[in-house]
């Protein structure tokens, strides 16, 4: 019973999820296998280090850059022969990918897992995290995508060896034309420490540089609530929620934030929460470790002085 | 070019999802539902290349038990021409595998070149169903878009996905399959005199036995519970200096 976890890289280092995966699989099998599929022969190197990692798999072309989810998800149904698992960390990528492969192996995939119980059973969030469920495959393969937030970060260890798979890349109906990422000086959102995240009580973009400004202050991330992004004060890697990025950081300061179902869904493990809000009613309240109530800018000006 | 949206009737997205203590499932039978908010916005781009004249045609696709018929004729009363329902048992647990195979049978029939659906539906999360159908039709993939281009050689689309590090922008070739993000547009609502013209649309029922599909369960849903919240301290706190003072007591910060 061999696991292979699907890597996703970011600016060649290997990401948080793709370490939480790696746990994840070493819970399941002590066989665990990277897959990385990518132009540049150096991201292998940064894989191999991921303590746990039996050996690495290397798909290597310059077409591979930007693969496509079609490119992406038949490389991986084509090595998946001889392995029981495939884990990868929730996120844009892997969810991409991962349904895909299980389309092409006839395997019902298991999205979010947030807990491991058995070989083949599965804890995962529905309706938002409200509920838990327990689930069990039935697949004689099982295709997992994993909560980074739920499993420990793989760190680096002892070098694992290289092995560069040579294969047939197929042909895309899928161009890459650009992406347009937000470059920050700031921790990142998924693996900080600390999180400053604004909403709609903000008002307008100019005003939200105030959360930027506090963010620095406490060396934290910036987050957002979808109302904040789908008013346009900051753009959609920041949203925090069902549909956006799931955070537990050790304290999640939430500004002007009403706390919706679905923004509390992607902030509920944080260890501390703080609500800084007008409305005493507001959900956000009501959930929080410590609440001010206070017109935020006011509090963001006295944070800022303190 | 015929356009299809697979559309899914999901608990009311601002209703708190609960455990009924007699079945242990999540209580359906006495809560309001809707449409998927994701779909409503696949809905909404469909129509827009219809009003637009890119689209031939426009079809609703959704597979449940009997209520399931509300949500096709709501998206019809937004302005969708004709609906498709695969009809189930009330009981049957389908799995976005299943649902990509219903899907993809009804796809082929229809002989459609574009598939526009929700990323994800707001009860099982799973955001699979797209890609699943994507793979098993062989069709492009595009998913979690918040732009939608149809090409002037109306054999390729320009997309922008929201991806975790920003927006990425593709060009994919027709058949495709995209799967629609929050921000793509803002869903209208059906006016009175068109959810009353959309009485008299062509819904056609098809049962799911009758498509030889295999519709076993791949997942055994052992068990749901409520996530209960954990305790949280609920203190209140006056300034900013109180306020550090506590998240240091904590050692947080």
Request: proline share 3%; hydrophobic share 40%.
């Amino acid at each position: 019973m061999s696991a292979l976890v699907l890597i996703e890289l970011l600016n060649n280092q290997v990401s948080a999820n793709s370490r939480a995966a790696v746990t994840a699989a070493k819970q399941l099998t002590d066989e665990v296998d990277a897959l990385v599929i990518t132009n540049n022969q150096n991201d292998a190197d940064s894989v191999a280090l991921v303590d746990g990692i039996g050996a690495v798999k290397l798909i290597l072309d310059d077409s591979l850059k930007h693969a496509s989810s079609e490119v992406s998800s038949k490389l991986v149904s084509d090595i998946m022969d001889g392995y029981h698992y495939l884990v990868a960390g929730s996120s844009t990528f892997s969810k991409n990918i991962v349904p895909r492969v299980g389309a092409l192996l006839d395997v019902q995939p298991i999205s979010d897992v947030s807990e491991i119980k058995s070989s083949n059973t599965f804890v995962r969030p529905l309706y938002a995290g409200n509920i838990m469920a327990t689930v069990e495959s039935m697949d004689s393969t099982i295709l997992l995508t994993v909560r980074a937030t739920s499993f420990e970060h793989a760190g680096d260890g002892e070098s694992a060896p290289i092995e560069i798979i040579t294969t047939n890349i197929p042909n895309s109906d899928s161009t890459f034309v650009s992406i347009q990422e937000s470059k920050s000086e700031r921790p990142d959102l998924t693996t900080a420490e600390r999180i400053v995240s604004g909403g709609r009580g903000l008002g307008s973009k100019e005003n939200f540089t105030i959360i930027e400004n506090l963010a620095d202050k406490l060396g934290a991330a910036v987050g957002a609530s979808r109302a904040a992004v789908d008013a346009g004060f900051i753009s959609n890697d920041y949203q925090v929620g069902q549909t956006g990025k799931v955070v537990a950081p050790k304290v999640y300061i939430a500004v002007g934030i009403s706390g919706a179902i679905q923004h509390l869904a992607g902030m509920k493990d944080s260890q501390v929460i703080v609500a800084i809000n007008n409305d005493p009613d507001a959900p956000m309240c009501r959930m929080a470790d410590l609440v001010w109530q206070v017109d935020l800018f006011e509090a963001i000006d006295e944070m800022l002085k303190a | 070019m015929k356009i299809i949206v697979p559309i899914k009737r999901v608990l009311d997205p601002f209703t708190q999802a609960r455990i009924d203590s007699q079945t242990q499932s999540v209580d359906l039978t006495n809560s309001k539902m809707a449409m998927n908010p994701f779909c409503e916005i696949a809905v909404e781009e469909a129509l827009k290349l219809q009003e637009s004249g890119v689209a031939s045609e426009t079809i609703a696709v959704s597979i449940g038990a009997d209520k399931t018929v509300d949500t096709l004729r709501t998206a019809l009363a937004m302005g969708v021409d004709r609906a498709i329902f695969v009809k189930t048992d009330a009981e049957t647990d389908l799995q976005p595998l299943t649902i990509g195979k219903i899907l993809a049978n009804i796809i082929e029939r229809e002989d459609a070149q574009l598939v526009i659906m929700g990323k994800q539906a707001v009860d099982n999360d799973n955001n699979q169903t797209g890609q699943i159908l994507s793979g098993l039709l062989n069709y492009s993939l595009g998913t979690f878009i918040s732009k939608f281009n149809i090409n002037d050689d109306n054999k390729s689309i320009e997309i922008c996905r929201e991806v975790d590090s920003g927006i990425e922008t593709r060009n994919i070739n027709l058949p495709a399959i995209v799967t629609v993000d929050l921000r793509l547009n803002e869903p209208r609502y059906a006016s009175l005199p068109n959810i009353m013209k959309a009485r008299s649309k062509p819904l056609e029922t098809i049962e799911l036995s009758s498509l030889d599909i295999d519709t076993r369960p791949r997942i055994k849903v052992l068990s749901v519970e409520e996530s209960g919240s954990k305790d949280r301290l609920s203190k209140q706190v006056h300034s900013a200096s109180e306020l550090f003072e506590e998240l240091k007591n904590l050692g947080v910060m």
